[in-house]
């Protein structure tokens, strides 16, 4: 059974950093990524990764948040630094086989809270 599992949410500062990690057993995924949904958002591409290390990310994060993945633990995670109030939002991790799939397997997300 394929699982995805967030960790690492919480409350913190504007300006703070956190680091979120995702674990999936199951399935080895090639591809995994970080979507977001904000209060009141929709919700939104954040980064990607791709075996072994083709990184992708939403414009409004570069310089703040970098993707990496531990294929040995199946693991993936997300760095974000200079947290600002507008990144509070639910985080979810997704995967997929390929690059020509849509993101078919979701965790049920971790919640970021921003404090200004």
Known sequence: QVQLEESGGG??????????????????FPLMGW???????QQEFVASIETPSRTNYADSVKGRFTISRDNSKNTM??????????????????????????????GKGTLVTVSS
């Not at 409350?11 to 080895?28: P, T, W």
């Not at 979507?35 to 958002?41: D, L, V």
Request: charged share 20%; aromatic share 16%.
């Open 11 to 28: 409350l913190v500062q504007a300006g703070g950093s956190l680091r979120l990690s995702c674990k999936a057993s199951g399935f080895f």
């Open 35 to 41: 979507y977001r949904q904000g209060p009141g958002k």
């Open 77 to 106: 995670d997300l760095q974000i630094d200079s947290l600002e109030p507008d990144d509070t939002a639910v985080y979810y991790c997704a995967a997929k086989q390929s690059v020509w799939d849509t993101w078919k397997y979701w």
